[in-house]
């Protein structure tokens, strides 16, 4: 499976302020949607473009749009905070949902609601979730996608655990991973060490 880690200090930069315990839940919604910005040029970087002419004031030239816009798919509740960013950045993109609790005693993905065109063949899906811990809730969302026929799956990530990343390459599915960090590993709560927390609470407060 190929992994993406974008390397960059703007990335960085943002990274930290979502790590430290010490942002509040405004500022680091701002990060994480900034830094969504840079994993989406990132995860774009090889995407086919169109070329059509135009004129400029001056003359007629060739310009350029990206031939096939991705189908976006935040998983809630915390990707929600990642759509708005890649949307601006993607307008003709279509958006769909997909609702995954996580059970805090078993750590088991709850799924809780889909809303996904019925086929999804030949098109690109990005699926925004921060964090890619044990990843329970990305390869539930995988059988989804791959049930309507995505076979061009691109997981944008903030912070990954190497658990995860090892489960998305067993899961057998057509899967790219673009993060900014590849984390040290899983604690006994199976929250991502160093990780941000819960990046949901993170972004609109505790339940
Ligand atoms: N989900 C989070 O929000 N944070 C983690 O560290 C793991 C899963």
């Known amino acids: 499976m190929r992994t993406d880690t974008v390397d960059h200090p703007l990335a960085a930069a943002l990274l930290t302020t979502m790590r430290d315990a010490r942002t ?8 994480l949607r900034d830094l969504t910005r ?16 135009i004129s400029t004031p001056v003359a007629v030239t060739q310009g350029a749009r990206l031939a096939q816009p991705p189908l976006l798919v935040p998983v809630l509740r915390a990707g929600l905070g990642m759509v708005d960013a890649a949307a601006e950045l993607i307008p003709d993109a279509r958006v769909g949902f ?5 059970d ?3 750590h088991q993905p709850v799924p809780y609601m889909e809303s996904l065109p019925d086929d999804l063949a030949g098109l690109p899906v990005y699926v ?19 049930a309507r026929g995505a076979t061009d799956i691109t997981a944008i990530c903030v912070v990954a655990a190497p658990e995860g990343v ?4 067993a899961s057998g599915h057509p899967v790219r991973l673009v993060t900014a960090a590849v984390d040290e590993g899983l604690n006994e709560n199976a929250y991502i060490v160093p990780g941000l927390g819960d990046a949901g609470d993170r972004q609109f407060g505790p339940r």
Not at 24 to 31: I, K, V, W
Not at 38 to 53: C, G, H, N, T, V
Not at 98 to 102: F, P, Q
């Open 24 to 31: 509040d839940n405004s500022a680091f919604r701002t990060a």
């Open 38 to 53: 840079i994993l989406i040029y990132e995860a774009l970087r090889d995407a086919p473009a169109q070329r059509f002419e």
């Open 98 to 102: 997909v609702g995954i609790a996580r």
């Open 104 to 106: 805090e005693q078993t």
């Open 128 to 146: 925004l979730d921060p964090m890619l811990a044990t990843g329970g809730s990305m390869r539930h969302t995988l059988e989804l996608l791959a």
């Open 166 to 169: 090892a489960a998305l390459a």
